[in-house]
């Protein structure tokens, strides 16, 4: 079976390379022109060039695939540029989408976000949980609405697959949550806050994803989710892991502060905040989703923080990114 990966040379993207590759599918990864694919190639993964937001490129990429996974996306909780995720995630999902649909692909898996599952705080979202109305981060509302645009072509007759992963962790992870882990150990952050979250090993979203393809029902929702943790948890076991002291917690309102003090020191020196306001929001909040169902109709086994945890802790001591 021929599969197309957009976002291939990503941090999900190349977990599911990985775990296709080990279930013997011929895979293609759409990349851009200035993206690093020599580890891709010799592993056996055929490159296409080119781009979500480029029409024509994607059809070439996905002619003759058997099926889909739209993993590619701009993962950040923080926007200088919010009109560029915007566009990358709702102009990018259409492209790809239509292309789908013309070239008539007979399976699409696409990755969306438990993020944009929405739940009230202190709630436990769901598949079947209504949005709350409102939105935390630029990146929640962008995803939440190329998902809505996503399911327009199932009721147009896609076989389309959604898959949601939560706070994605591991071996590899640089996006939101692996920054955290490594400033907090790093000795960055003045001091931490109390919040929540969910997490998920990033193996079993990319089982999630090739699962939903094989077993999944057309237009099903899949929440990839492990763990509901509390913040003093999932920085806790990593500094255990780590072997560092665990830093000391403070009111939040003070982290609100630092956060704002962030922003306006990355935007003036045209980098990204140490903690981004949308983060703190997103934890003080809470992120609180249930990913059984996965589980349940998958037979999907999530791996613990414990094992997630020493996964990543092992990758960023091999790269050099803490002691």
């Not at 509901?228 to 892991?241: M, Y």
Request: glycine fraction near 12%; proline fraction near 3%.
């Amino acid at each position: 079976m021929r599969a197309l990966v957009t976002g291939g040379t990503g941090f999900v993207g190349g977990a599911l390379v990985d775990e296709l590759l080990r279930r013997n599918y011929q895979v293609r990864v759409l990349a851009r022109g200035t993206s690093r694919t020599a580890a891709l190639e010799a592993r056996g993964v055929e490159i296409a060039r080119g781009d979500i937001l480029e029409s024509a490129s994607i059809e070439r990429a996905l002619d003759g695939c058997d099926v889909l996974f739209h993993a590619a996306a701009i993962y950040e909780l923080w926007a200088p540029d919010p009109d560029l995720m915007i566009r990358t995630e709702i102009a990018g999902t259409i492209n790809v989408l239509e292309a789908a649909w013309r070239l008539r692909t007979p399976k699409v898996v696409y990755t969306s976000t438990a993020v944009a599952v929405g739940e009230r705080k202190g709630e436990v979202g769901n598949e079947e949980t209504p949005h709350r109305g409102y939105f935390l981060s630029v990146y929640e509302k962008a995803k939440f609405d190329a998902e809505l645009a996503a399911k327009e072509f199932l009721r147009k007759g896609m076989d389309l697959r959604i898959v949601k992963p939560a706070g994605v962790m591991g071996a590899g992870d640089l996006k939101p949550t692996g920054k955290g882990v490594v400033n907090m150990l790093n000795g960055k952050f003045p001091m931490l806050f109390d919040g929540t979250l969910t997490g998920v090993d990033v193996r079993d979203v990319a089982l999630v994803h090739a699962l939903a393809a094989e077993q999944g029902q057309r237009g099903r929702d899949y929440i990839a989710a492990g763990w509901i943790i509390s913040t003093r948890e999932w920085l806790g076991t990593a500094c255990r892991v780590a072997g560092r002291r665990l830093p000391v917690f403070g009111p939040a309102v003070l982290a609100k502060v630092f956060a704002a003090g962030c922003e306006v020191y990355a935007r003036a020196m045209k980098t990204e905040p140490l903690l981004s306001l949308e983060t703190y929001k997103l934890l003080t909040h809470g992120f609180r989703v249930d990913g059984s169902r996965a589980a349940r109709e998958l037979g999907v086994e999530y791996r613990g923080l414990d094992e997630c945890m020493m996964s990543a802790i092992g990758w960023y001591r091999a790269q050099g990114l803490i002691g």
